[in-house]
């Protein structure tokens, strides 16, 4: 501000009252507040004060729209390229999910070096109650099942890396995920994901060979669709079995999921579930469990099931970012059980929940129309009541942005036809009263079975 700004100003002042005492007067407050002007400005521009601290943890505190899928599994290789992440998490994720121990891994070496570098000071302080922060990666963790002698907690198998490629899957569809994942095949597991307010999709690839119709983890899913208002992705079998009765795939809350051939002919595998919710990608390159920079190729409804989640991750990352809204989850505490829970531009509420997110899907399903190749190893999909087959319809990403468009109103997707409705519904109703015979949801909170899943179970990898 110069001096001849400040005199004129003053003037301005000056001649508002019409006698000299007002006008003293008035000279006299002008005076006071020039001063404090200037002191204000002169403690603004000190550059020996930084005021950049509170800039960062604005920006900290408003990050970007996010989505947290949790895949249970047998473990993770946390060292993988495939989940190394650039940008800096902010303070408040780790506290919202519960950390209690970060891991400031190694990333120069062998695998093998790796993990012994950091056996003292990550991998024996971990117990089964401590949620893990990777640091460098998207990847926060927590191994509930894990008791001493079990090897080591969260990290993959050495003679396994169904987790790694699970985990892979869902990243593969949405980069920008953050993970937690939980190692088990227990309802404990699931239970754990289900009790984690952020997340908003758990996946899990493993249940009984055959999809026999015995017990499984369908109460720790019940309580996470129905009580904390999550998605759950569950795998049907490597097998052509209805996948009504099967634990993972069969209850009604449930996403169960098939495979098919995506690219090509696009059809149905001969070795997957039938007259499950959707269908989705067979086979996919995934990362390797004992290197880091190492990928392969393998087939199973164990990752187009989490490919899937991805996908729904993906969807809701956009849709809270158009609608402005900063968290993760539904909880019905805190976000009134809403996976989205934003404004729009007028200021007036959207709120989309797990049923939202399920129709959309199932309208956005497709049947492929292309020619079958009979080498493939799939079957055509049938012109007769498809839907046996493939339930809803094939998924990949071509959905997602029909699903967007449908869920943020701005076109919505035309009804399926009459037959493929029909045909969903009486699955909907085989489904319920399938599983209508379980204990309800206030059963379970009373008397919790926490190792149902556990006999039995297999991860759904092509074998």
């Known amino acids: 501000m110069s001096d001849d700004s400040t005199v004129d100003i003053a003037d301005e002042i000056i001649v508002i009252g019409p006698s000299p005492s007002k006008k003293m007067l008035g000279a006299l407050l002008s005076t006071i507040l ?41 473990g993770i290789n946390v060292y993988h390229e495939h989940f190394r992440n650039n940008e800096t998490l902010p303070a408040w994720l780790g506290q919202q999910l519960g950390v209690t121990i970060t891991c400031n891994l190694t990333f120069e070496g062998s695998y093998q070096e790796m993990v012994d570098a950091d056996r003292e000071s990550c991998w024996d302080l971990i117990g089964s109650d401590d949620v893990v922060y990777f640091a460098g990666t998207r990847i926060f963790g927590q191994s509930p099942d894990w008791t001493e002698g079990d ?84 795998a049907a079998d490597n097998s052509p079995s209805p996948a009504v009765q099967d634990a993972t795939a069969g209850p009604p809350w449930s996403i169960g999921i098939a495979g098919y051939a995506e690219e090509g002919d696009d059809q149905k595998e001969i070795m997957s579930g039938s007259y499950p919710d959707i269908s989705a990608d067979w086979t996919q390159v995934l990362p390797n469990h004992q290197d880091v920079d190492g990928y392969h190729e393998t087939s199973g409804t164990s990752f ?83 839907c046996t087959q493939t339930g ?64 039995g179970a297999a991860t759904r990898d092509q074998v």
Not at 320 to 331: E, L, T
Request: charged share 15%; proline share 8%; net charge negative.
């Open 34 to 74: 020039l001063s404090s002007i200037l002191l204000v400005f002169a403690m603004n521009t000190n550059p020996d004060v930084d005021n950049t601290s509170s800039e960062e943890e604005d920006e900290q505190n408003q990050w970007r729209a996010f989505s947290v899928v949790s895949p249970i599994d047998t």
């Open 151 to 234: 090897g080591t907690p969260i990290l993959d198998d050495p003679d396994d890396g169904h987790g790694s490629a699970v985990t892979g899957a869902v990243v593969n569809a949405n980069p920008n995920v953050i993970i937690f994942f939980v190692e088990g095949f227990s309802t404990e597991a699931v239970l754990t994901a289900a009790n984690q307010p952020l997340v908003d999709v758990i996946t899990t690839s493993f249940g009984a060979p055959g999809s026999l119709p015995v017990p499984g983890i369908e109460l720790g899913t019940k309580e996470a669709v129905v009580a904390q208002m999550k998605l759950h992705a569950g």
């Open 304 to 386: 187009a099931t989490p490919r899937t989640a991805g996908i729904i991750s993906f969807v809701l990352e956009e849709l809270r970012d158009q609608f402005s809204d900063d968290g993760s989850g539904a909880s019905p505490s805190n976000r009134s059980g809403n996976l989205v829970n934003g404004t729009d531009v007028e200021g007036n509420p959207v709120q989309i929940k797990n049923y939202d997110v399920r129709e959309a899907i199932n309208l956005s399903a497709w049947y492929p129309d292309l020619d079958w190749d009979p080498t493939s190893g799939t079957m055509p999909i049938s012109p007769v009541a498809p």
């Open 392 to 455: 809803w319809g094939l998924m990949n990403l071509s959905n997602i942005e029909p699903i967007i468009k449908h869920l943020n109103g701005s076109q919505e997707l035309p009804s399926r036809a009459s037959d493929v409705v029909l045909c969903m519904q009486l699955n909907q109703q085989a489904r319920e009263a399938y599983w209508g015979a379980y204990p309800s949801i206030q059963h379970l909170m009373i008397t919790p079975r926490t190792t149902a899943g556990d006999e």
